[in-house]
Nanobody
Framework: VQLQASGGGLVQAGGSLRLSCVAS????????MSWFRQAPGKEREFVSALKHSDNRPLYADSVKGRFTISRDNAKNTVYLQMNSLKPEDTAVYYC???????????????????WGQGTLVTVSS
C-alpha cells in the first residue's frame, strides 16, 4: 500500500486548504482512512478519520467545525478540507490507512500500518 499526500502550502490565518491523499490499493473502500499531523517538537496527533463501514467522520476537538474529511472511492482518494485555519494548525499532515482498526483505536497512530510521506501546512498569523 502506498499513500501519496499533497495539497499543503503556506496560507494566512483564516484561509483554507484542501489536502488530498491517493492510495494505491485494490480495495480502497475497505480501508479506514485518517489524517494525523505533527508540529515541530510535538508528537503526532490525530486530526480526522473516516470509517469505511458507515462513512461516519471522527474529528479531533481542535479541528471540529473547521475541517471536513471525505473520500472518493472511485478515485482511491481521501480529502481533508481545512477552513478557518489558525497558526496552531501549522504541521506536517500525514494520511494513514489500515483495514483493521477498531473504533477505540482510530485516534492512535500505532493503529495504522500504512502512512503517506506528509505534506507541510504553514499558517501565518
Amino acid at each position: 500500500v502506498q499513500l501519496q499526500a499533497s495539497g499543503g502550502g503556506l496560507v494566512q490565518a483564516g484561509g483554507s486548504l484542501r489536502l488530498s491523499c491517493v492510495a494505491s490499493v485494490v480495495s480502497f473502500r475497505s480501508y479506514v482512512m485518517s489524517w494525523f499531523r505533527q508540529a515541530p517538537g510535538k508528537e503526532r496527533e490525530f486530526v480526522s478519520a473516516l470509517k469505511h463501514s458507515d462513512n461516519r467522520p471522527l474529528y479531533a476537538d481542535s479541528v471540529k467545525g473547521r475541517f471536513t474529511i471525505s473520500r472518493d472511492n472511485a478515485k482511491n482518494t481521501v480529502y481533508l478540507q481545512m477552513n478557518s485555519l489558525k497558526p496552531e494548525d501549522t504541521a506536517v499532515y500525514y494520511c494513514a490507512a489500515d483495514r483493521q482498526v477498531i473504533v477505540s483505536s482510530y485516534r492512535r497512530p500505532d493503529a495504522y500500518h500504512y502512512w503517506g510521506q506528509g505534506t507541510l501546512v504553514t499558517v501565518s498569523s
